[in-house]
């Protein structure tokens, strides 16, 4: 290994290890869940998703210069909680794409109610309909408190995953429940201290 390759190897490293502690803080421990959500410095799972319009996006097609932010959320049909998350990602959309990262929303919803949700609160990024459940199973973060033939099944674990320009997860994030969530500004600030 050269000593090119083996620092991008540290600075990898560094990096998983500064994003995941940075949202263990006292309060989020306890609600934190460890267990699920793709494996860190690995490949990402592939997405099977349709966009607003119907056509099938993979990651490479989402993805920035830097990478790929993917939000995973319950409902932008009912859930208050992941309505507002949607809304704070939106509101820093900018920030994050000026670091090179490119973002997405993915739910169980159907493409109808992405739409409507994207244009009332005009989301700039796009919003991904999970077919089949085959993303939320890809990603280990399907919730198991609903089994096939519930209303709610196929909902996931809400959090967030960073994937880098290699296709590699180099962060996630999930908490147990539905009320406590990533804070993007915490993010962004990782990201662009990370990123220098």
């Known amino acids: 290994?050269?000593?090119?390759?083996?620092?991008?190897?540290?600075?990898?490293?560094?990096?998983s290890l500064l994003l995941s502690l940075l949202f263990l803080t006292n309060s989020a421990i306890a609600n934190t869940i460890s267990n699920v959500g793709p494996t860190l410095n690995q490949k990402a799972p592939i997405i099977s998703v349709l966009n607003t319009q119907l056509k099938a996006v993979n990651i490479s097609q989402l993805s920035g210069?830097?990478?790929?932010?993917?939000?995973?959320?319950?409902s932008a049909d009912w859930c208050?909680?992941?309505?507002?998350?949607?809304?704070?990602?939106n509101n820093q959309a900018e920030d994050f794409t000026k670091l090179g990262y490119g973002?997405?929303?993915?739910?169980?919803?159907?493409?109808?109610?992405?739409?409507?949700f994207a244009r009332q609160q005009n989301i700039s990024?796009?919003?991904?309909?999970?077919q089949n459940v085959r993303t939320m199973s890809a990603y280990n973060i399907l919730n198991k408190e609903y089994s096939l033939g519930d209303d709610n099944?196929?909902?996931?674990?809400?959090?967030?995953?960073?994937i880098d320009n290699q296709g590699k997860v180099i962060h996630k994030h999930f908490?147990?429940?539905?009320?406590?969530?990533?804070?993007?500004?915490?993010?962004?600030?990782?990201?662009?201290?990370?990123?220098?």
Request: aromatic content about 14%; charged content about 25%.
């Open 1 to 15: 290994m050269n000593i090119r390759t083996e620092l991008t190897f540290h600075r990898k490293a560094v990096i």
């Open 125 to 130: 990024f796009p919003l991904l309909s999970d």
């Open 103 to 116: 973002l997405a929303g993915i739910s169980y919803d159907n493409t109808d109610i992405l739409k409507k």
């Open 65 to 74: 210069k830097q990478g790929l932010i993917i939000l995973f959320f319950r």
């Open 153 to 162: 099944y196929g909902i996931p674990y809400p959090g967030v995953v960073v």
């Open 175 to 196: 908490f147990k429940g539905y009320k406590k969530r990533v804070r993007f500004s915490d993010l962004y600030l990782q990201l662009k201290n990370v990123d220098k």
């Open 80 to 89: 208050p909680f992941c309505k507002k998350h949607l809304i704070e990602l």
